[in-house]
């Protein structure tokens, strides 16, 4: 066994352990749950098998479908999925994997030990990435999908074997049935991929090698559209339908939260801030300057490809911002400063370990990369609370009444189906750990459109959001079978509890 496969079971076992760390801590101090999206998650996993119309159409469009049926075996615990660790077991998984898996491809790039272990533990040891692969929420899984895929683009690179490119293929296609940043990283890969190989294997292996990639990274997407076609009619519903991004991001433009949209400057300054906060001012200033200087020190030019491919999230991250595809603030916004999706910027993470692991490799700038290293993480450790758990304890502070009702509702439910918007409270759901089944919400399907118009016919309780008004209460508040046969029997904040009389 040689020293680098060595070096690589002693990262296997740091990583575990500092993973399992905060996990612990992270459970112990209820931060698990802080987003309302890993509830969501957990319950798109939970309500395939538990629910009144259960089965896989409840994956749903508006989010891709891999992180849940990798959570599904999980979610079909009660305790693990009213914790939450049904998808924090998947992110620890994908963490672990993906800090193994970011130290290979170093060593392929450099082939020097100690630029890789340098490089990993920039990756590693980041606060904000630790706090995340604690919870249910998709950026672990993606960030590890993405490197793994890189990792055998960059054998391939070097070896020219079909079979890492399969590999890298298949990684691809699991990123884009991820989150849409895959779907970017397979576009770029589908440019790139073919100009590079009809330079260096000549024009007739570059048209078998793209063929092979844009079929077998592109299975995802292919899959994905047919899902849209076959379960709602329509291919592009996952972009059109009343539950998309898209008809989010229209929400948040009427109320001015897309300061972004069609502003470059803008999009570029708000995510070099995100990228900032997550991953520290000494280590982003010296990534952006290892991303200059590392493509006049690589070993092959043919590996730009490489970093290209590592760098991509952050392109992307910069493109939606400026499309109003995406939404974020930041705690240095030149107006309305905030928190909201600041974590996006922890998908500059990996480029940033890859850049600075390859100007490790060289001993004298070692030696500053890993002083660097240290001074972050004695900032990190001056800063307390990672940003990315500052942002889910700022978003739970504006819906704590989900936590207050669940509970309640937990120690006062009496049996009956409940009626509520998961669109709007998944998190209610998830931690009053009642049997999904017991709720009419927008996936059930004939019983949500038959409860709206009738609701004492099945309905005992009714979740609703009177201010602003969530779905539920919009249909009902003038509906004479609702105000007839209800009444309030819990409020906190506008959030009102109603039981059959």
Not at 32 to 38: Q, S, V
Not at 97 to 124: D, M, R
Not at 141 to 160: C, E, P
Not at 327 to 340: E, K, L, R, S
Request: some cysteine; aromatic content about 14%; charged content about 10%.
């Amino acid at each position: 066994m040689n020293n680098s496969n060595i070096m690589n079971k002693l990262i296997l076992f740091i990583a575990t352990i500092v993973s399992l760390t905060s996990l612990y801590f992270s459970f112990n101090l209820h931060y698990i749950l802080t987003y309302n999206d890993a509830a969501s998650h957990l319950n798109i996993a939970r309500r395939m098998v538990d629910s009144l119309t259960p089965g896989v159409a409840q994956i749903g469009t508006v989010w891709l479908p891999l992180p849940h049926l990798l959570m599904l075996p999980f979610a079909m615990n009660d305790f693990l999925w009213h914790t939450g660790l049904a998808g924090s077991i998947v992110s620890i998984i994908a963490f672990i994997a993906g800090v193994s898996f970011l130290y290979k491809l170093l060593y392929i790039l450099t082939e020097n030990i100690w630029g890789s272990v340098i490089g990993t533990l920039i990756f590693a040891l980041n606060p904000n990435l630790l706090y995340m692969q604690t919870t249910p929420m998709t950026e672990t899984l993606l960030i590890t999908a993405i490197v793994i895929s890189i990792y055998y683009l960059a054998k391939f690179s070097k070896t020219y074997d079909i079979n890492d490119l399969i590999l890298c293929s298949a990684f691809v296609s699991a990123a884009t049935l991820i989150r849409y940043d895959g779907w970017f990283l397979f576009a770029c890969l589908s440019i790139l991929l073919p100009i590079w190989l009809s330079v260096v294997r000549g024009r007739r292996r570059a048209e078998s090698s793209f063929i092979l990639f844009v079929a077998s990274g592109g299975f995802g997407i292919y899959l994905w559209f047919l899902w849209n076609y076959f379960i709602f009619g329509d291919a592009l519903y996952f972009i059109t339908g009343p539950y998309s991004a898209a008809a989010q991001q229209k929400v948040l433009q009427q109320v001015g939260q897309l300061p972004t949209q069609h502003n470059i400057y803008l999009a570029g300054l708000y995510y070099i801030w995100a990228v900032i906060n997550n991953n520290g001012m000494l280590l982003t200033i010296a990534g952006f300057i290892g991303i200059c200087i590392v493509p006049f020190i690589l070993r092959k030019k043919s590996q730009l490809l490489v970093l290209f491919a590592i760098i991509s999230p952050i392109i992307f991250n910069i493109i939606a911002l400026f499309l109003g595809q995406s939404a974020m603030n930041v705690p240095q916004a030149p107006t309305n400063p905030g928190m909201f999706n600041i974590r996006y910027g922890m998908m500059a993470l990996p480029a940033i370990a890859v850049v600075l692991g390859i100007v490790a490799s060289n001993k004298y700038a070692r030696i500053i990369v890993l002083f660097l290293l240290i001074a972050q993480s004695y900032l990190f450790v001056i800063q307390g609370v990672p940003v990315t758990l500052a942002d889910g304890l700022h978003g739970l502070q504006e819906t704590y009444y989900t936590i207050e009702a669940s509970k309640w509702l937990a120690e006062h439910y009496k049996g009956g189906l409940i009626l509520t918007s998961l669109a709007s409270h998944d998190a209610f759901v998830a931690r009053a750990g009642i049997p999904m089944k017991n709720y009419i919400h927008e996936g059930t399907r004939n019983h949500w459109t038959d409860a709206l118009r009738e609701p004492s016919k099945s309905v005992q309780y009714i979740a609703v959001l009177s201010y602003p008004p969530d779905s539920v209460y919009r249909i009902l508040y003038n509906n004479p079978d609702f105000l007839e046969n209800y009444e309030i029997i819990h409020t906190y904040k506008k959030f009102d509890i109603y039981e059959k009389k």
